[in-house]
């Protein structure tokens, strides 16, 4: 079965800096693209930031700049640096193949950015 993990959310005040990590099964991290959604109360979960197999990201608008996506294919493991936190970034922090989420979803981390 398919597991996804995510971790390393909390509550930080706006313009700091938080890690999320996300441990996932190797059959699905070893094949596909992986990438970082998050979903705000009352809104859909959006995709915010992918990388591929080999390394190429791309980035949601809201994260550009901000945000970068990384991964350790030895350790199926891919990450999320977020700075400079606004407090729009509050959401749950959920990670799934890209660009859709074909795997069962976590329970996600919840990130909070104070004001």
């Known amino acids: 079965q398919v597991q996804l993990v995510e971790s390393g959310g909390g509550l930080v005040q706006a313009g700091g800096s938080l890690r999320l990590s996300c441990a996932a099964s190797?059959?699905?991290?070893?094949?596909?693209?992986m990438g970082w959604y998050r979903q705000a109360p009352g809104k859909q979960r959006d995709l915010v930031a992918a990388i591929t197999r080999v390394g190429s990201t791309n980035y949601a608008d809201s994260a550009k700049g901000r945000f970068t996506i990384s991964r350790d294919n030895a350790k199926n493991t891919v990450y999320l640096q977020m700075n400079s936190l606004k407090p729009e970034d509050t959401a749950v922090y959920y990670c799934?193949?890209?660009?859709?989420?074909?795997?069962?979803w976590g329970q996600g981390t919840q990130v909070t950015v104070s004001s």
């Open positions: 190797g059959s699905i991290f070893s094949i596909n693209s």
């Open positions: 799934n193949t890209a660009p859709r989420g074909l795997a069962d």
